[in-house]
T-cell receptor, first 111, second 115 residues
Framework: DAKTTQPPSMDCAEGRAANLPCNHS???????VYWYRQIHSQGPQYIIH???NNETNEMASLIITEDRKSSTLILPHATLRDTAVYYC????????????FGKGITLSVRP | GAGVSQSPRYKVAKRGQDVALRCDPI?????LFWYQQALGQGPEFLTY????????KSGLPSDRFFAERPEGSVSTLKIQRTQQEDSAVYLC?????????????FGSGTRLTVV
């Protein structure tokens, strides 16, 4: 699976959009980009995933560059409850794929 | 229950003691994973079960670590002769058969502290 690079931390104001970047320059054509988050003292939680096209669900949007070498997770209106570690994972998915998390990016949402 | 349940929530063990950590997956979830998360790090894969079969144990760090799932439901991760470096949060995840990572549900983990 391709390696990902994320800055260690960022913050944003409550109610504003949080844009979390991820670099995955060695991604291969059939690898997906997944985002998970981990709130303090909880297990990781799936957010969203994509292959080439931008994706949106009730939690977030995922923007993948045309060359697929980077992506951005967007939380459109961050709340204090969004304070967490966010993991960008690139993986050749099938059933029962094992995840490689890395250190992730710590997002702090300030009041 | 509605989610993946892990017990105990916290465990303190003296160095050299054996411990057993339990995972109750969501009913019907055939796939079960164990991960280890050291302080300040992301979770790292330990082992994977499909029903009662342990199909991948490549992440187990030593032969002191042993996992089982005898009836294809509840799983136990056992650590023998615990060492300080075993201190970590141990996470369990489960999913329906054939689901990818968008279908994984994680428990809240067991925090093991070896003193």
């Amino acid at each position: 699976d391709a390696k990902t690079t994320q800055p260690p931390s960022m913050d944003c104001a409550e109610g504003r959009a949080a844009n979390l970047p991820c670099n995955h320059s060695t991604i291969s054509g059939n690898e997906y980009v997944y985002w998970y988050r981990q709130i303090h003292s909880q297990g990781p939680q799936y957010i969203i995933h994509g292959l080439k096209n931008n994706e949106t669900n009730e939690m977030a949007s995922l923007i993948i560059t045309e060359d697929r070498k980077s992506s951005t997770l967007i939380l459109p209106h961050a709340t204090l409850r969004d304070t967490a570690v966010y993991y960008c994972i690139v993986i050749l998915t099938g059933a029962n794929s094992k995840l490689t998390f890395g250190k992730g990016i710590t997002l702090s949402v300030r009041p | 229950g509605a989610g993946v349940s892990q017990s105990p929530r916290y465990k303190v063990a003296k160095r050299g003691q054996d411990v057993a950590l339990r995972c109750d997956p969501i009913s019907g979830h055939v796939s079960l994973f164990w991960y280890q998360q050291a302080l300040g790090q992301g979770p790292e894969f330990l082992t994977y079960f499909q029903n009662e079969a342990q199909l991948d144990k490549s992440g187990l760090p030593s032969d002191r670590f042993f996992a089982e799932r005898p009836e294809g439901s509840v799983s136990t991760l056992k650590i023998q002769r615990t060492q300080q470096e075993d201190s970590a949060v141990y996470l369990c995840a489960s999913s329906f058969p054939g689901q990818g990572p968008n279908g994984y549900t994680f428990g809240s983990g067991t925090r093991l502290t070896v003193v």
